[in-house]
C-alpha cells in the first residue's frame, strides 16, 4: 500500500474539506464522496475520500446528518475555510502589488527608453531629437492575458509588440480556477496575438456574435480592454522631443529671424508629428532601414524652411514601432548625422527586441 508524506496527507485533507464546504454552501445539500470525486481529484478513488472524510468528522470538521447521507461542514470547519479564505487573500494582495510593480516598471522602462533616445539625439547632435511612438492604429497585441489573484480577484495585462503594458484589476462575481484561466489565455491569444488592436476587437466581437465565447465572460471583457487600450493610447504623448535650445544655439542670424515660428510648430507638436507620421509611413515599406532626409523648403511646414530632418523608421521584426530622427540647421554635416540615426534607430530597435523576448520567457515560464 502507498503511503503518502504527511504534508502531502495533510494537503489532501485540507483540500477534500474545501471542496466539501464549497458544494455545500452552493447546493445546501449534504456533500458525498462520489460527488467529490466526480469534482476534481483525478487519481483518488472514492473509498479513498470517504475514509478522508470519516476521519475530518473524527476531528469536527464535519457532520452526517444521517448514517447513509453525505456529510455537511461544522463551525469548526467554517473556521477553518474563512481562515484559508484571509490567508488566500493576503498573499493575494502581495501578489497583486509584485505583478503591478513589475508591469508599471516595464511600462515605465519604455517610455525612459524613448526618452533617453531624445536626449541621446540630442546631445550627439548638437540640434533637436525626437522619437515619433506608432499610432493607436498601429499598435499590436502581443499578449493578452488573465491572472488569478485569489479566488476572485484577476489581474488582466496586455502587451502589445510596441513595448506599451497596460494592466485591469478585476473582482469577479464567482471563483474562476487557474487552470481554466491557463487553457482561456492559450485560446485567445491564440486568435489575436499579432493582430492590431482594432482587428483584435473585431475577431472577438464575432466570436461574441456567434456564440462561440466563453461562459465566464472573459470574451466580452477582453474586448473592452482593448477598446480602453486604444482609448488610453490615444490621450498619451506619442512624441518626444529634446534639445530645442541646443537647435536654436545652431541656427545663424540669418535663420533666426523665422525662430518664433519655428519655435511655435515645435512646441504645437500635433501637426509636427503629422508631418513624421506621414514620413513613418512612407519609410514603412523600406525592408532595411533607410534613411530620410527633408531639406529646407522640402519640409511640408513652411515654418520649418530653415531646418532639415534626418529620419529612420525603428522596426522590430519586420514591424515599424516608431521613427526616430533629429531637426536641425541646413548646414550640419549631413554625413555623421545620417550614420547617428541609423545607429540610434538600430540600437533602440535591438533594446525593445530584446525586451521583448525576455517577457516572452518570462510568461512561458510562468505558463509552465
Not at 531624445?118 to 498601429?138: E, I, N, T, Y
Request: charged fraction near 25%; proline fraction near 3%.
Amino acid at each position: 500500500m502507498r503511503i503518502l508524506k504527511p504534508e502531502i496527507a495533510k494537503e489532501r485533507e485540507e483540500k477534500i474539506l474545501r471542496m466539501v464546504i464549497q458544494e455545500y454552501v452552493e447546493t445546501r445539500k449534504p456533500v458525498g464522496s462520489e460527488l467529490v470525486a466526480q469534482k476534481g481529484l483525478p487519481g483518488v478513488s472514492s473509498a479513498t475520500i470517504r475514509n478522508t472524510m470519516k476521519k475530518l468528522e473524527e476531528e469536527g470538521y464535519l457532520y452526517q446528518p444521517h448514517a447513509s447521507g453525505g456529510r455537511i461542514p461544522t463551525d469548526k470547519a467554517y473556521r477553518f475555510y474563512v481562515d484559508y479564505l484571509s490567508k488566500i487573500q493576503k498573499i493575494a494582495v502581495k501578489e497583486r502589488e509584485r505583478i503591478e510593480s513589475e508591469y508599471k516598471q516595464s511600462s515605465a522602462e519604455i517610455n525612459r527608453v524613448m526618452a533617453q533616445t531624445c536626449k541621446m539625439l540630442s546631445m550627439m547632435s548638437h540640434s533637436a531629437g525626437f522619437v515619433l511612438r506608432s499610432s493607436v492604429q498601429d499598435l499590436s497585441v502581443q499578449r493578452l492575458d488573465f491572472m488569478p489573484l485569489g479566488p476572485y480577484n484577476i489581474l488582466a495585462i496586455l502587451v502589445t509588440e510596441e513595448g506599451v503594458i497596460k494592466h485591469w484589476p478585476f473582482r469577479m462575481n464567482r471563483a474562476v480556477s487557474p487552470a481554466w484561466l491557463m487553457m482561456f489565455n492559450h485560446f485567445i491569444n491564440e486568435q489575436i496575438s499579432g493582430l492590431t488592436l482594432k482587428d483584435a476587437q473585431q475577431v472577438l466581437w464575432e466570436n461574441l456574435q456567434r456564440g462561440a465565447a466563453d461562459g465566464e465572460g472573459f470574451t466580452e471583457l477582453a474586448c473592452n480592454i482593448l477598446s480602453d487600450m486604444a482609448s488610453r493610447q490615444r490621450r498619451e504623448e506619442r512624441l518626444y522631443i529634446d534639445g530645442m535650445s541646443q537647435l536654436v544655439e545652431t541656427m545663424t542670424e540669418e535663420e533666426h529671424g523665422q525662430l518664433g515660428q519655428m519655435m511655435r510648430v515645435m512646441e504645437e507638436r500635433d501637426r509636427l508629428a503629422a508631418l513624421l507620421n506621414e514620413k513613418m509611413q512612407q519609410l514603412e515599406t523600406e525592408s532595411a532601414n533607410k534613411i530620410d532626409v527633408s531639406i529646407g523648403s522640402e519640409n511640408e511646414l513652411s515654418e520649418l524652411k530653415d531646418l532639415s530632418i534626418i529620419s529612420s523608421a525603428c522596426k522590430v521584426g519586420g514591424k515599424t514601432i516608431g521613427l526616430i530622427g533629429i531637426v536641425g540647421p541646413k548646414h550640419m554635416e549631413y554625413n555623421r548625422m545620417m550614420s547617428l540615426v541609423n545607429f540610434i534607430g538600430e540600437m533602440l530597435g535591438t533594446t525593445i527586441r530584446n525586451w521583448q523576448v525576455s517577457l516572452d520567457l518570462k510568461q512561458r515560464s510562468e505558463d509552465e
